[in-house]
């Protein structure tokens, strides 16, 4: 058994690191970039520079990278080694103050939405001192930002910390205001739930849809999938467990708090949570631990699929994203006490909330957009595309108090009585948890619960700091005026709730009914990428970032432009592989059994004459028209994907050609395909089936 204490950090060039190995003038500059955000000096950087690297190669690395998170929406490494030539030929190990600051990676050859030709291919990444550095296969990773020759930023960390400080900003105006004196700083804090399915990497590799588009093209539903609720939190098995128990072991080794593990509700599909940490330190941990997963598969002889919908008809995965306010003091700002009535400071920040998400629908919904999460969202507990705010009984029967006036009687906590000598009674929680809403409080924290699992949860928490921050400071502007802080604050939050109440629903996002209600109270429903994300651009929306210098205009139109081309990217790839599936594989296989079952009829016919039909007769006509109409669809597929070339120019109109048309081509294609394999010899079927993908592990 590892001894967790010695092992954990131990690949981090963590505080404790720090502290030890560098001069205490040194530490101490370095801290004041870290937590004053203090600009740091080149001598300075020389001096972490020769540590980090002096404890790099005691620890078997050999090169540096600047470690980044470029809109590819995964992490980008580009290796140099310590070497440096020296006269006799030989060589000595160095890395400098320089080296450690600035690296620059080629900005063209990245996502930039337009920003950047293929000939103006400078760009540059900056060591991001608030996120420690790491050893990962023998290398000293120095997480960075990442931004172009001309000053845009290119990366989804860079945004994030710039939103970070402007939360800090304006939350720390409403404490001081509430005569808090001791805070020096407010954080917002994160604590990402990572969902992921484990296959057998031999069934994996002889599933051409897997390896080219991480889900699923074609399966026919098997005979069991997660309908006895059998595998959630059910025994993990032996070989998945030897799986997770080396997950944490690494994880922990890369200082990432990783804490809960269980099975999921679907087969084959678990669950990691880590405890929280700051936003930008939970994204680049969030990241890694991404990377890490896949990795350490391999090594059991799996695969970890992040995909938001590898396979239909059983829950998708999400990526829950915690989110709160925490002082430097250790306070939560989202707590609501023993008496949230009484606290009004809790719910003038419950307010700030309560009005972000309401007012900004339309950015938090296309935080969660992609590909793969729009196969994912309405169902199998993946929230519907509707934004909603679940609060809880309590924290309600307080917001209707106050917007009516009248006295609100707090409930004495209810003792749940087990009835059993043997049992414990215990304290019940004021309010239930509701598991189908998309911005859900869980006592002192909201759940945003859209977000797929591949995300990179930068962009989610980069809107919700900016949406929150921006409301703080209007209600920061009121009560900094105010003669009476408290009476101005109770019409503050009383005012937002009679403006902004039909944000919150307690009830089954998953209803018609809601989908009704949610239509008369004005809220949107966007359904897919293509529907959501021309709002990033809007003139509101332009003006909200631009306003606390989250992101110029530019740079907005930047990133819808990749968002919207990468979704067409997907779809066109995932079509091209369907087509290639059922060309060469379906069909020669279903022709094949329609002349095997012809071959056995006929043979069945010569020896009795009398016989005019069979079973396999039968079914030869119910496989043969079926095989008829599979390649009709494959046609229409084919024209599908054709029609998307001639549209030019307009990127927009492209994106909903491939949701409209090729989406729609490519499921009636596979709505034949799994008629097929249900009917079809399991020898003869080209592909492993969901059986087998599922319940191999």
Known sequence: MPNVPEIFGCRVFNDATMKERLPKGTYKALKKTIEDGKELDVSVANVVAHAMKEWAIENGATHFTHWFQ???????EKH???????????????????????GEPDASSFPSGGIRATFEARGYTAWDPSSYAFIKDGSLCIPTAFCSYTGEILDKKTPLLRSMEVLNTQAMRILKVFGDTTTKRVDTTVGPEQEYFLVDKKVFDKRKDLIYCGRTLFGARPPKGQELDDHYFGTIKTRVSAYMKELDEEL????????????????????????FDTSNIATDHNQLTMAVMKRVAERHGL???LHEKPFAGVNGSGKHN?????????????????????????????????????????????SAASAGNDHRLGANEAPPAILSMYLGDELEAVLNSIETGEVYEKKDAAIMKTNANVLPNFVKDTSDRNRTSPFAFTGNKFEFRMLGSADNIACANTIINTIVADVLQDFADTLEKAEDVKSAAEEIVKKTIKEHKRIIFNGDNYSKEWVKEAERRGLLNLRSLPDVMPMYISEKNVKLFGKHGIYTEV???????????????????????????AKKDITPAVAAYVRELAETANLIKSVDSDIITTPETDLMKKLANLLSCFIRKIDVLDKAV??????????????????????TAMQELR??????????????????????LLFSV
């Open 303 to 305: 695969v970890c699929l």
């Open 70 to 76: 470029p809109m590819t929406g995964i992490t980008a």
């Open 252 to 275: 922990w080794k890369y200082g990432i708090l990783a804490k809960t593990k269980h099975n999921e509700v679907a087969p084959a599909q678990h669950e990691l949570a880590p405890i």
């Open 80 to 102: 140099d080694s310590f070497i440096s030539p020296t006269p006799d030929g030989k060589v000595i190990m160095e890395f400098s103050g320089k080296e450690l600051i600035k």
């Open 671 to 692: 709505a034949v395909a799994d008629e097929m394999e249900a009917n079809m010899s399991a020898k003869l079927w080209p592909y492993p089936s969901y059986g087998a």
């Open 642 to 663: 054709l029609g998307a070339k001639g549209i030019d120019g307009d990127i927009v109109k492209t994106a909903m050609y491939y949701k409209d048309n090729v989406l």
């Open 322 to 366: 915690n989110w709160s306010m925490s002082t430097n003091t250790g306070k939560n700002l989202l707590d609501p006490s023993k008496n949230p009535r009484e606290n009004t400071q809790f719910l003038v920040f419950l307010a700030a909330v309560i009005r972000a998400v309401d007012e900004h629908q339309d950015l938090l919904r296309l």
């Open 555 to 581: 740079e907005l139109r930047s990133r819808c432009e990749i968002l919207m081309e990468n979704y067409c990217k997907i779809i066109n790839i995932e079509a091209l592989t369907a087509l290639d599936m």
